[in-house]
């Protein structure tokens, strides 16, 4: 579970948005200051969370130390004021979080640490003006609150930091093809300007005299000794570590909370020290619970907040599930469904037993859900994470919960636990929750599901029912539209034209050509990214319209090439970048403009040495050699032998470039250490296809040669589970998906096994049948869902086959356990279930194009494969 997605749920209860933005550039939750009136000779601009002021005809600096202000909910307001009447008389410019969701969104729990805590940026000109900011509003906020600013040297005891780094927008491309922000050397060359949780100084600074006191202390290490010998980590958040200790005095080896003050936010703005202190009262009050974590001490060191418990030598239930589910394999075997069912009951009359004690203790656990239900060796399961429990037993509402296992707002107390029991039962048979976040009603198409496909007794749904409640109130999304659709699947008798018409309205109706940030909503990559690429933005989904024979709506290429002219981003690859965008131009008919942006972005090519299909050398290398056919030109087909060559130079030496570290999901530890990229975005299986396109463009051998050990390169990475899948074994989890997965590695694996016999190769498409004939799948989506592994599997044993076409159908069967309605048009939820998304890798456009591969071979589900035949 990706926790950076619940940040962009606040703001549109249908549609990722940013946290603090809504539909007309405002938002309810402003700060009052917001909207105070701009100063005369002023300029004022409002982004998603920033409101940005700056003194007219003033030259703001590229960089240079910037001064950043840390607050609290209850005084944020209070130090935006204290600043804005500092600044303005002195012509500072400075910006600010502009809402109460752009602050929560900034520093909740699992916000990105090397940002968190931000609350006003201020840029001096010098270090005059430096020193001005900071012994003057030094003197205006002593004592006042905030959370510790990682990334910066603190000034003093209050609320001010500072760190050097860029003042205006500046990036570069880096050779992994990351376009990051940056900052120039006295020499005139650009550097990574990385936000880490650590204060950093360039090389060629000298920090000045204000700062030296400040930069001496943070790098002092503490003199208290701290009592425990860390082992290793568990989980990072913005609130603070959990860890696997030993204590210095006798040994005991534990479980360490760690809570940093004024951090970590819940919805209520409640900070981790606080949810600390709740976790700590809350387990002395439940001593002697067996199942229950035994707490050891409470203490504090460096202004953190540290709880010693009980460690648990266990595995996780949602782990637990992942490797025994049944559904997972190609084959649903009556038997294996038998012992999952009486396992899972079992384990949910555990967790009851164990809830009910917990009640009589007049206790509310308050965050139930398969990540914080521990199974032990012996088979006992146990609780672990307190923090949000209480002891309103009667009034309880819930602050924060995992997406599905949150309670309407109407249940309190004990009645919230009671919810998230009946939500556990269900998830252990149908894992798709999340999905209630948009529709509670979804619920009971789940339960069908989970008796149509598991032997449980009558009783046990009933107890599902009976723990939801009888009439659910309606969630934010059902008010604003989602519902049922007027067209379902039903199986046989679906109307599937009828389904794929209603889709691709869907798409065309979310459209917000008024926007300049993107034209549909899509993936929070999309913010990160930028709104016109192939993957998360506008240009995949305008080709997927279009290759599924629908016409775009009016004005979107207008707008592509509107959004090109205003992005910084010269980012060249095909999935994130121009490229992209340069091949669907070339769709709509817009050729000319789209050689234009070949021409433009092709210098940036000598400084890229990734070799992946999604941003680096084989993306652009494949889409060169489709220019050369469309337009007939021998000088795109040199170009792309001359990046085919540095690809196949990678390939040899078997080696991807680093990538810049930037991504949040990294620096939180959401993404657990693997051993390196695979699979057809982002690892050997795209330059392999570039090796077989330039082996057919050329008949030279050599690529051909090339393209087989690229695969194998991937082949290196999976595994063939207990379930007789093949997977990339990402260290963490076993992947099956075409993005970095095994389905990927399967879909060029099979163009390749056309051209010559292979044997590894040939063993490993049997197993990737399996793998693409499971019966379930968590998202829906193309990239990394059901509709992906239903296009695959059709791609690489044809759809004549036999067995391909009853999987195919039981495919399409359960496309309804995802599917939604939004004012009456067919959706699907986007990655992690909890929203819509209209894109092509995780969304609407995506399934669309997949399901009109599958349905009538007349379209590619992805670039540069070849066309595949219908499923009769």
């Known amino acids: 579970m990706d926790k950076r997605y619940e940040n962009y749920c606040m703001a549109d209860p249908v549609f990722f948005e940013a946290p603090g933005r809504s539909d007309n550039g405002a938002s309810g939750t402003d700060f009052e200051i917001s909207g105070r009136p701009v100063p005369e000779g002023w300029r004022r601009h409002r982004g998603d969370m920033w409101l940005e002021l700056h003194p007219l005809d003033e030259h703001m600096l590229e960089q240079g130390w910037k001064v950043h202000a840390s607050g609290t909910m209850d005084n944020a307001e209070r130090i935006i004021e204290t600043v804005w009447e500092y600044c303005v ?25 090397g940002a968190s805590g931000k609350l006003i940026t201020i ?6 003006e430096l020193t001005d900011v900071l012994t003057g509003l030094a003197a205006l906020l002593e004592g006042e609150p905030g959370p510790y600013i990682l990334s910066d040297a603190r000034y003093k005891a209050g609320p001010l930091y500072v760190r050097y780094g860029g003042f205006r927008k500046r990036e570069i491309l880096l050779e992994s093809g990351d376009v990051v922000p940056a900052m120039q050397r006295p020499d005139g060359k650009l550097i990574p300007d990385i936000r880490r949780p650590i204060f950093q100084v360039p090389a060629w600074v000298t920090p000045p005299d204000i700062l030296k006191e400040s930069i001496e202390a943070r790098s002092l290490s503490s003199e208290d000794t701290f009592p425990y010998q860390i082992l290793k980590p568990l989980h990072f958040s913005n609130g603070g570590g959990i860890y696997v200790a030993k204590r210095v005095s006798d040994g005991l080896q534990v479980v ?8 970590g936010l819940d919805m209520e703005a409640t900070d981790a020290v606080t949810r600390l202190l709740r976790e700590r009262d809350t387990l002395a009050k439940l001593e002697g619970v067996k199942g229950v974590p035994r707490l050891y001490e409470h203490f504090t060191a460096w202004d953190h907040h540290f709880l010693a418990i009980e460690y648990f030598d266990g595995e996780r239930l949602s782990s637990k599930e992942a490797q025994t589910y049944p559904l997972l394999g190609a084959d649903e075997g009556a038997e294996e469904k038998a012992a999952y069912t009486h396992w899972a009951i079992d384990v949910c009359r555990q967790v009851e037993t164990l809830l009910g004690e917990i009640h009589d203790r007049g206790v509310v656990y308050g965050d139930l859900h398969p990540h914080n239900v521990l199974v032990l060796e012996d088979g006992r399961a146990v609780l672990v994470d307190f923090e949000t429990s209480s002891f309103d037993s009667e009034g309880f509402q819930q602050a924060m919960a995992a997406p599905g296992f949150a309670a309407p707002r109407e249940y309190r107390g004990t009645r919230v636990d009671i919810y998230a029991m009946a939500i556990l039962r269900l998830w252990l048979f149908m894992p798709l929750v999340p ?12 339960i069908d599901a989970m008796r149509e496909n598991f032997p449980v007794p009558a009783e046990y749904g009933e107890a599902i029912r009976h723990g939801l409640g009888t009439s659910m109130p309606r969630t934010k999304a059902v008010q604003a539209g989602i519902g049922r659709p007027l067209v379902q699947v039903q199986g046989g008798a679906t109307d599937w034209p009828r389904l794929l018409d209603s889709m691709a309205a869907a798409i065309k109706t979310s459209a917000t050509p008024e926007r300049s940030d993107r034209l549909f909503p899509g993936d929070v990559r999309q913010f990160s990214h930028v709104g016109e690429t192939f993957a998360f933005g506008a240009a995949g989904v305008l080709y997927a319209l279009q290759e599924s024979g629908y016409e775009v709506p009016e004005g979107a290429d207008d707008w592509l090439l509107s959004a090109v002219e205003r992005s910084s981003t010269n980012q060249p690859g095909f999935f994130d970048g121009l490229h992209g965008v340069a091949h669907t131009l070339q769709k709509l008919g817009r050729e000319e403009e789209a050689l234009q942006l070949i021409e433009q972005i092709d210098p940036a090519l000598d400084q890229l040495t990734n070799p992946n299909l999604f941003g680096g050398l084989s993306g652009i290398g494949l889409n060169l050699l489709h220019f050369a056919e469309v337009a007939g030109d021998s000088t795109m087909s040199a170009r792309a032998a001359r990046l085919a060559e540095r690809v196949a130079e990678s390939i040899a030496s078997g080696g991807f470039p680093r990538a810049a570290g930037t991504r949040s999901e990294a620096e939180l530890g959401l993404v657990r250490k693997s051993k390196g990229p695979a699979g057809l975005m982002h690892g050997w299986s ?5 090796m077989l396109r330039m082996y057919e463009h050329t008949s030279d051998i050599s690529w051909l040669d090339s393209a087989f050990k690229a695969s194998h ?13 093949l997977n990339v074994d990402e260290g963490w989890r076993l992947n099956p998906y075409i993005e970095t997965g095994a389905a990927g590695v399967a879909i060029v694996g099979s163009e390749l096994l056309s051209h010559r016999e292979d044997g590894r190769l040939l063993d490993a498409i049997g197993a990737a049948r399996n793998t693409c004939a499971g019966g379930f799948f968590v998202q829906p989506s193309l990239w990394n869902g059901r509709v992906g592994q239903m296009a695959a599997l059709q791609y690489i044993t044809g759809p004549a086959d036999s067995g391909t076409v009853q999987v195919t159908r039981r495919h399409l069967e359960r496309l309804s356990w995802h599917q939604l309605g939004l004012h009456g048009d067919v959706v699907f939820p986007g990655f992690q279930l909890m929203r819509i998304s209209m894109d092509y890798a995780t969304g609407n456009a995506g399934i669309l194009l997949g399901l009109k591969s599958v349905l009538s071979g007349t379209a590619s589900f992805l670039p540069f494969l070849r066309q595949t035949q219908a499923v009769s």
């Not at 795209?686 to 570039?690: D, H, N, S, W």
Request: hydrophobic content about 35%.
């Open 256 to 263: 360490l909370k760690e809570a940093r003050p004024h951090a």
């Open 686 to 690: 795209g330059p392999a296809l570039l």
């Open 713 to 725: 390169l991937d082949l290196d990475r999976c595994v063939v589970s207990s379930f007789n899948t």
């Open 123 to 128: 840029y001096p000109r010098n270090e005059e």
């Open 89 to 113: 008389p002195r012509r500072y410019g400075f910006k600010f979080l502009s809402s109460r969701h752009a602050f929560l969104g900034q520093n909740g729990k699992y916000a990105p640490r």
């Open 435 to 446: 999905v209630l976040t948009l529709d509670r009603e979804k619920v009971h198409d789940l």
